[in-house]
């Protein structure tokens, strides 16, 4: 059964946004975020969407202002005065929709990351990790001296780059394609240390 790494939460994000986290909960929160890919692009979204309605706050409050205190309503007809009263509610309609639509879209939360350990035995295929999540990849180091530079990169069956990532912590991974990739550990020097075999399957 793959373990599936945590994210953020919508609300949390929201929260951050509008400045109503506590200064623990935002250093958390911005801890995550050095690390984590897709919440920042989560947090992205939901700045704008934020700036969005603030905007549209704006808008509506300053229209509503600006009408002088002490004007003067004239009483006319219904039939008369029906379609100004309907203009702002139609505007405001038509706002919560947008809203409703671009958060819709924008809102989905991504696919979580797959997580597979890899092994650099020959002949010990890892079972495929799935095309659409993103790759948590944790390989076996055993035998590499600790603490020193290395440097990692997925290629394709053609031997192009796809991806590269600091050895260290496991490595996260955008969603690859199907096909077959090999996983290589370098030394700083260039020198190749190890490979893995990984298989992405639909």
């Known amino acids: 059964?793959?373990?599936?790494?945590?994210?953020?939460?919508?609300?949390?994000?929201?929260?951050?946004c509008l400045g109503g986290?506590?200064?623990?909960?935002?250093?958390?929160?911005?801890?995550?975020?050095?690390?984590?890919?897709?919440?920042?692009d989560r947090l992205t979204e939901t700045e704008s969407?934020?700036?969005?309605m603030r905007q549209a706050s704006r808008q509506w409050s300053a229209e509503h202002v600006e009408a002088p205190a002490?004007?003067?309503?004239a009483i006319r007809p219904w039939?008369?005065?029906?379609?100004?009263?309907?203009?702002?509610m139609l505007v405001a309609a038509l706002l919560v929709v947008c809203a409703a639509v671009w958060f819709g879209r924008h809102s989905r939360v991504p696919a979580p990351p797959f997580a597979i350990e890899l092994t650099a035995v020959r002949g010990?295929?890892?079972?495929?990790?799935?095309?659409?999540?993103?790759l948590l990849l944790e390989l076996d180091l055993t035998g590499l001296s600790e603490g020193r530079p290395f440097a990692g990169e997925v290629v394709d069956a053609s031997g192009r780059r796809v991806a590269e990532f600091p050895v260290g912590a496991p490595a996260l991974l955008k969603a690859l394609a199907p096909g077959g990739y090999f996983v290589r550990i370098y030394k700083s020097s260039g020198e190749l240390l190890r490979e893995y075999a990984l298989t992405v399957k639909r």
């Open 124 to 134: 010990a295929a890892p079972g495929p990790a799935p095309a659409g999540y993103p």
């Open 21 to 40: 986290l506590t200064e623990v909960r935002c250093a958390r929160l911005e801890e995550h975020l050095l690390l984590c890919e897709i919440c920042r």
């Open 79 to 88: 039939r008369e005065s029906w379609p100004g009263r309907l203009a702002p």
């Open 49 to 52: 969407y934020v700036a969005v």
């Open 70 to 73: 002490a004007a003067v309503i």
């Open 1 to 16: 059964m793959p373990r599936i790494a945590g994210h953020l939460q919508a609300e949390e994000l929201e929260l951050y």
